[in-house]
């Protein structure tokens, strides 16, 4: 593999970058490649959502290792997402891709073949890890390889990838589950990575070409440690403590979590200032806005709670199968896929403030949302056409949105650190997940209480719908004073 791994030498071309290095002519088909490690992660956390049930019911799974099977991909995936994107500047994206989709691929072997319920956590938590490695890769290429004119069509596609693997993973889950495909049943849904990374390897080896930082130097170990340690005492009771209970052990753990984030920053101004190379660069982070920009990033995912609450409504309210439930997802990964390949046309009108009308538009259709469901009968389907469109409009929104973001994010610093700052908008990403299912799915469930009758279900969702419009809402204001401020500045 090292020998097509080796630095590009593609001939002079027209166009260069914006380092004045050719452009490689393959550059779309190797981005391209680098995109299956980003549809995979997101396709694998939403297929087992749906696939929890029979999980259960076939192997036994316990509720609380139920839990795992979710929180522990969720977890260990966005505390190494930032080691994984780093990974990708010193020792090459391309050799990290591929490490990443071959660990995965066993990952997702151990989980297909799993004879206990630990067995399947442990392979659950391995692919949180390799699919971290893997990830990062394709959103620090962007930066990389394409010339600045490109960077906006590539971010877009980056973004509709996304959509594509939230409604694909709900979708085929319950395609999977209700096919039972020689007889797997559950099974299938990890074994189906299998044959998506052997036509990866085969086609792929030979493509993709080496790019890294130029002064690529050893990994920041101890930075490395520091980070999975403070993002893990941050995420772990977020995912784990609601459903526990909040145990002393869940309080306790966040309550480290600034001092935790303190000591890491502190540990890496210090390497930097002695001439090392640290994780989290400090002089990256000073760049003006990206503060804010990350910032953004934290209710930009407070949808994230949303597949799961509406499910529990279409299933528990409804009582509609997990194939249907999948299904009712269609328009918003229809909204999902255009929202992005749109970002050009709409930044041609409305410039920077692309990512606040995405995200406006997000805030109505939640809105709305709410309403049609309130206006509905208790356990009666909500009228076809405006449920369709209110998706349609919620997906569109978070798809416009997306690339921007990114863009607002990895297009501040230079591309020897596109990895890391790729793998921190990532991680921050997961944390808005996190945070949104263990904030808006604790008012939910508070609001729940014990009856678990449609009617019942039915306000939940509402009040936890308008607390997602809200933190959207949020997020628009922060994105409209983020491009003011870059107006002010440049004056």
């Not at 297929?47 to 977890?75: F, H, K």
């Not at 798809?399 to 990895?419: D, E, K, Q």
Request: charged share 10%; proline share 6%; aromatic share 10%.
């Amino acid at each position: 593999m090292s020998t097509t791994l080796s630095q590009s030498t593609a001939p002079s071309t027209a166009m260069a970058r914006n380092d004045g290095a050719p452009l490689d002519p393959h550059r779309w088909a190797m981005f391209v490649i680098l995109l299956v490690g980003a549809f995979l992660p997101p396709l694998d956390f939403f297929i087992v959502n749906v696939s929890l049930p029979s999980i259960q019911g076939d192997s036994g799974t316990s509720s609380s290792a139920e839990q795992l099977v979710i929180s522990a991909y969720a977890a260990l995936y966005a505390v190494t997402l930032t080691t994984g994107g780093r990974l990708g500047d010193l020792y090459g994206r391309g050799r990290m891709f591929f490490l990443g989709m071959i660990g995965f691929a066993a990952a997702s072997t151990l989980c297909g073949f799993a004879w206990s319920p630990w067995e399947l956590v442990a392979g659950r938590a391995l692919q949180g890890v390799t699919a971290a490695v893997m990830a990062p890769q394709a959103l620090a290429s962007v930066q990389a390889i394409f010339p600045e004119k490109e960077k906006p069509l590539a971010l877009s596609i980056f973004g509709a990838v996304f959509g594509l693997a939230a409604v694909v993973g709900q979708s085929l889950g319950g395609l999977l589950i209700s096919l039972n495909p020689v007889g797997l049943g559950w099974r299938a849904i990890f074994l189906i990575n299998l044959p998506v990374a052997v036509l990866v390897l085969l086609f792929g080896a030979p493509l993709l070409k080496e790019t890294s930082a130029r002064d690529a130097r050893t990994l920041d170990l101890g930075g490395m440690a520091l980070s999975m340690v403070t993002l893990g005492a941050l995420i772990v009771p977020l995912v784990e403590g609601r459903e526990a209970g909040w145990p002393l052990w869940s309080c306790l753990s966040l309550i480290t979590v600034p001092l935790l984030a303190w000591l890491f920053w502190r540990y890496e101004t210090r390497l930097a200032r002695a001439g090392g190379v640290p994780l989290l660069d400090p002089n990256a982070l000073r760049v003006p806005g990206l503060g804010r920009a990350l910032l953004i990033a934290l209710p930009f995912y407070s949808i994230g709670t949303f597949f799961l609450l509406f499910s529990v409504y279409l299933q528990g309210a409804l009582h509609v199968t997990a194939l249907q439930a999948g299904l009712v997802f269609l328009p918003f990964g229809a909204g999902f896929l255009l929202g992005p390949l749109s970002a050009p046309f709409f930044r041609r009108f409305f410039g920077a403030y692309v990512n606040a009308i995405g995200m406006g538009l997000e805030v109505v259709g939640f809105l709305g949302l709410a309403g049609l469901i309130a206006a509905t009968l208790t356990g009666v389907h909500p009228a076809p056409m405006p449920l369709a469109a209110l998706l349609f409009v919620i997906g569109f929104g978070q798809g416009l949105a997306l690339p921007t973001l990114m863009r607002m994010v990895t297009g501040r610093v230079a591309p020897a650190f596109s990895g890391m700052i790729a793998g921190i908008a990532s991680s921050t990403l997961q944390v808005s997940t996190a945070l949104s299912v263990a904030v808006i799915g604790g008012i939910f469930y508070e609001v729940l209480g014990a009856p678990t009758d449609p009617a019942a279900i039915t306000q939940a969702l509402i009040v936890a719908l308008l607390c997602i419009a809200f933190c959207l809402a949020g997020g628009v204001g922060l994105s409209i004073s983020l491009v003011r401020l870059a107006r002010s500045t440049s004056q």
